[in-house]
């Protein structure tokens, strides 16, 4: 986790986390309450060692997906799942109500923001979690990503524009699979 704010489900429960790097420790803001963290990786990337206030705790990673942020640990015998989220990727999630299986998706601004850029163009074939518009919000860039395998329909802003909340910044279809597949 690098420093930033986030939305974590642990086990069906959300919680915000803001994350601060402190020298070689990290300073955890968990719901309000804060919380000095070192960890130390083991086994192939697959054991974490955290000492969180001062108590150690072994964290087993039995399934990891980085770039979606899920992952599924053994701690103290319990098998838990974990969805890590950038605090803009929930909301976003929130207003587009985290369609999946849907045929087509809405991108669509999490929060006021000026556009800095497209990523992909019209009649482009992106896969789910790709960059579709770089939004700067609150002095951040942040990367909006598409949310299903798909080819964009329409880029519906122009670099430079300001846009609120809400706003339908682009539209991609599911695509077809390849035949044979």
Same mark, same amino acid.
Request: net charge negative; glycine share 12%.
């Given at each position: 986790?690098?420093?930033?704010?986030?939305?974590?489900?642990?086990?069906?429960?959300?919680?915000?986390?803001?994350?601060?790097?402190?020298?070689?420790?990290?300073?955890?803001?968990?719901?309000?309450?804060?919380?000095?963290?070192?960890?130390?990786?083991?086994?192939?990337?697959?054991?974490v060692h955290l000492l969180v206030d001062g108590r150690s705790y072994l964290v087993d990673l039995?399934?990891?997906?980085?770039?979606?942020?899920?992952f599924v640990i053994n701690f103290f015998a319990d098998q838990i799942e974990v969805r890590v989220?950038?605090?803009? !990727?929930?909301?976003? #999630?929130?207003?587009?109500?985290?369609? *999946? =299986?849907?045929?087509?998706?809405?991108?669509?601004?999490?929060? $006021?923001?000026?556009?800095?850029?497209?990523?992909?163009?019209?009649?482009?074939?992106?896969?789910?979690?790709?960059?579709?518009?770089?939004?700067?919000?609150?002095?951040?860039?942040?990367?909006?990503?598409?949310?299903?395998?798909?080819?964009?329909? !329409?880029?519906?802003? #122009?670099?430079?524009?300001?846009?609120? *909340? =809400?706003?339908?910044?682009?539209?991609?279809?599911?695509?077809? $699979?390849?035949?044979?597949?």
């Amino acid at each position: 986790m690098s420093e930033g704010r986030y939305v974590v489900d642990i086990g069906g429960a959300k919680r915000r986390v803001a994350v601060a790097a402190r020298g070689a420790r990290w300073e955890l803001v968990l719901d309000g309450e804060t919380h000095l963290v070192e960890q130390a990786v083991l086994e192939r990337d697959e054991v974490v060692h955290l000492l969180v206030d001062g108590r150690s705790y072994l964290v087993d990673l039995v399934e990891k997906d980085w770039k979606r942020g899920r992952f599924v640990i053994n701690f103290f015998a319990d098998q838990i799942e974990v969805r890590v989220r950038d605090e803009l !990727e929930a909301v976003a #999630e929130e207003i587009t109500g985290g369609r *999946g =299986g849907e045929e087509s998706f809405e991108l669509r601004a999490p929060m $006021p923001g000026i556009v800095v850029r497209a990523l992909a163009a019209p009649g482009e074939t992106v896969a789910r979690g790709q960059g579709l518009l770089v939004l700067e919000a609150m002095k951040m860039q942040n990367e909006l990503a598409s949310e299903l395998d798909g080819v964009v329909q !329409e880029i519906l802003v #122009e670099d430079g524009q300001m846009v609120d *909340g =809400g706003t339908v910044l682009a539209r991609v279809a599911r695509s077809e $699979p390849p035949a044979g597949t």
